[in-house]
Structures are given as structure tokens and as C-alpha cells.
């Protein structure tokens, strides 16, 4: 199925919508890429839509711990919204639950970060 990613730059925050497959295969592009957004664009604050995310693996688990590292080093952080049921299990096992903020859908991250 593949990774599907919609990219869209806030002042600092950096919303990634992710569809499909977070998986060893899609990771290896993304992490270069998205490393690069977020060093270019002085982001701060990240936030990955998992609404059609429908498969997460262990290198997708590194990718955002990476991503929450890479954020750390600047005082930034990393917010999950939009997790669908499938997804939500691997989110609470894995710890991500425990690094990461959760919302419920983006629109209230937005408020959150910057009162959109």
C-alpha cells in the first residue's frame, strides 16, 4: 500500500497527515525528509494526523522517536491527533503515549499550539 504524506508548514509547527503504511520501506525517505523540514522551517512543534494511518511497525515507532528527539534538542515536542483504533494500541504499548501529546483531532492541537 505505501505512505502517503500530506506536508503543511505553520509558523513553527509542522502537521503531517499520514496515510497508509508507517513501515520500514516508507521510513528510510521520510525521516531524511521530514529532518530537513523541520531544521529549514525552525519547527518547533509537530503534529502527525494518524487518522488513515493503518499500519505502524517498529521502524515507524523509531521514526517518531527520532523526530521527538531531534524536536527536544530545540524545546519543541510532538503531538498525535486523530489516532484511529487500529493504531491507538501500538501508540499506548509502545510508550509513544508517554513522549508524545495526545489530542483528539487536529483542529484542537492547532488552538492548542497557536489559537488558529
Known sequence: ???NVGV??????????LKG???DVSV???RMRISNYID???INHLVL???ELHFLDSSGIGFIIGRYHQLKKR???I???NINSKIERIIYISGLGKICKIRENEESVLVSLEGF
Open 8 to 17: 503543511y508548514v505553520k509558523k513553527d509547527i509542522l502537521i503531517l497527515r
Open 79 to 81: 503531538t498525535i491527533s
Open 40 to 42: 529549514s522551517y525552525k
Open 75 to 77: 524545546n519543541g515536542d
Open 28 to 30: 528510510t525517505d521520510l
Open 21 to 23: 503504511e508507517l513501515d
Open 1 to 3: 500500500m505505501g505512505l
Open 49 to 51: 494526523n494518524l487518522a
